[in-house]
């Protein structure tokens, strides 16, 4: 097991992994820069992070501050919990300091390994590191007060990694291991096509549309999406995605849609009540919803079924609808096989050679 990390990302989930790893005995360095000044303060000011609502606990980092250099020096594990959309910006930041031994962990992946292999190597950065990607985040949350975190469901200590190359992910286990029971993907696709925010967040955000604009912070996705029209397409982007996981040589992770049939039956779920009261937003739709999940798991998905001969349309569709509200190619600018740098003429086999 590790002693110390660091936690690079002051949003909720940062917090919560913060507060997670220092009750487990970890001795926690957590960062961000100086946008997010005012929570880090607050950590200080309070003196540890509290966690409410399905886990309880206070835990109290080493060392909170916005210098990336001080909080990633001699640290065996970084954890990086920030949207995509910052994934390059947190590599870049990191690329001068880190050392080697180190392991680099996103949450959640996202295909995010990809982006620091590059900027790693564009700033010429020689020290050993691994990069591991996450299945999903750690669980959900939100900032419900200064240094406190609201957390959606209990924490679920399993789950998947894979590092880039998924040669080195036994090591990364062993590290994990005694905090948290994770095991191995084959490889960091497999993360990617079993993301449940694709098949949650995309068509009940951009069907949400109307609503968003009109309410802002007052909007629910899990209170006012989940209605019985809009679980039809929800369901119909898992069936569309399951025969292209399988033609993959996988299975199917979970019941993709199993939280959202419990939202939309709440009365009928008491146990997910605090996630529905509690995890709100999105606030506009210029979000992580649809910036996220359509450009990162949601293109990487229509174009590994491409590849295959296969055809997500309904997913598809709802993408493009997304990129015209925001006014983003999803598919030109997302994370696709062809910019990830695997040319059309690679077999899958050829492309999941270079991830092994």
Same mark, same amino acid.
């Given at each position: 097991?590790?002693?110390?990390?660091?936690?690079?990302?002051?949003?909720?989930?940062? *917090? $919560?992994?913060?507060?997670?790893?220092?009750?487990?005995?970890?001795?926690?360095?957590?960062?961000?820069?100086?946008?997010? +000044?005012?929570?880090?303060?607050?950590?200080?000011?309070?003196?540890?992070?509290?966690?409410?609502?399905?886990?309880?606990?206070?835990?109290?980092?080493?060392?909170?501050?916005?210098?990336?250099?001080?909080?990633?020096?001699?640290?065996?594990?970084?954890?990086?919990?920030?949207?995509?959309?910052?994934?390059?910006?947190?590599?870049?930041?990191?690329?001068?300091?880190?050392?080697?031994?180190?392991?680099?962990?996103?949450?959640?992946? @996202?295909?995010?390994?990809?982006?620091?292999?590059?900027?790693?190597?564009?700033?010429?950065?020689?020290?050993?590191?691994?990069?591991?990607?996450?299945?999903?985040?750690?669980?959900?949350?939100?900032?419900?007060?200064?240094?406190?975190?609201?957390?959606?469901?209990?924490?679920?200590?399993?789950?998947?990694?894979?590092?880039?190359?998924?040669?080195?992910?036994?090591?990364?286990?062993?590290?994990?291991?005694?905090?948290?029971?994770?095991?191995?993907?084959?490889?960091?696709?497999?993360?990617?096509?079993?993301?449940?925010?694709?098949?949650? *967040?995309?068509?009940?955000?951009?069907?949400?549309?109307?609503?968003?604009?009109?309410?802002?912070?007052?909007?629910?996705?899990?209170?006012?999406?989940?209605?019985?029209?809009?679980?039809?397409?929800?369901?119909?982007?898992?069936?569309?995605?399951?025969?292209?996981?399988?033609?993959?040589?996988?299975?199917? *992770?979970?019941?993709?849609?199993?939280?959202?049939?419990?939202?939309?039956?709440?009365?009928? *779920?008491?146990?997910?009540?605090?996630?529905?009261?509690?995890?709100?937003?999105?606030?506009?739709?210029?979000?992580? $919803?649809?910036?996220?999940?359509?450009?990162?798991?949601?293109?990487?998905?229509?174009?590994?079924?491409?590849?295959?001969?296969?055809?997500?349309?309904?997913?598809?569709?709802?993408?493009?609808? +997304?990129?015209?509200? @925001?006014?983003?190619?999803?598919?030109?600018?997302?994370?696709?096989?062809?910019?990830?740098?695997?040319?059309?003429?690679?077999?899958?086999?050829?492309?999941?050679?270079?991830?092994?």
């Amino acid at each position: 097991m590790f002693k110390t990390a660091a936690v690079l990302g002051a949003g909720a989930t940062g *917090h $919560y992994m913060a507060c997670l790893l220092a009750m487990n005995g970890v001795e926690v360095n957590f960062c961000d820069d100086e946008r997010f +000044a005012d929570a880090l303060e607050a950590v200080k000011k309070v003196g540890f992070i509290t966690l409410r609502g399905n886990n309880h606990g206070t835990g109290t980092p080493k060392l909170v501050t916005t210098d990336f250099a001080e909080a990633v020096k001699g640290v065996e594990l970084i954890f990086v919990h920030v949207p995509s959309m910052r994934q390059e910006e947190i590599a870049r930041r990191i690329a001068p300091y880190v050392e080697d031994g180190q392991d680099i962990i996103l949450f959640p992946g @996202n295909l995010g390994s990809f982006v620091f292999k590059k900027v790693f190597e564009e700033m010429g950065v020689t020290a050993k590191v691994t990069l591991t990607e996450k299945e999903g985040n750690l669980g959900p949350c939100r900032l419900s007060m200064p240094a406190e975190v609201t957390v959606g469901n209990p924490l679920n200590r399993k789950g998947k990694v894979c590092s880039l190359p998924a040669r080195d992910t036994a090591k990364v286990l062993e590290k994990l291991n005694g905090i948290f029971e994770y095991a191995a993907n084959q490889n960091v696709f497999e993360a990617a096509m079993n993301t449940g925010n694709v098949v949650n *967040h995309v068509a009940t955000t951009t069907l949400s549309a109307p609503q968003i604009d009109r309410t802002g912070d007052a909007f629910s996705l899990f209170k006012f999406a989940f209605t019985p029209s809009v679980m039809k397409c929800v369901e119909k982007i898992a069936e569309e995605r399951k025969p292209v996981i399988e033609a993959l040589g996988w299975q199917v *992770h979970g019941e993709p849609t199993g939280m959202a049939n419990k939202i939309a039956h709440i009365d009928e *779920h008491p146990e997910v009540r605090i996630f529905y009261e509690f995890m709100d937003g999105p606030n506009a739709l210029d979000h992580r $919803y649809l910036h996220e999940d359509c450009g990162c798991g949601g293109a990487f998905a229509v174009s590994m079924a491409k590849k295959l001969g296969l055809e997500m349309p309904t997913l598809e569709a709802f993408i493009k609808i +997304a990129g015209v509200i @925001n006014g983003v190619d999803y598919f030109a600018e997302g994370r696709t096989l062809e910019n990830l740098g695997f040319t059309k003429d690679m077999t899958i086999e050829e492309i999941f050679a270079k991830v092994e």
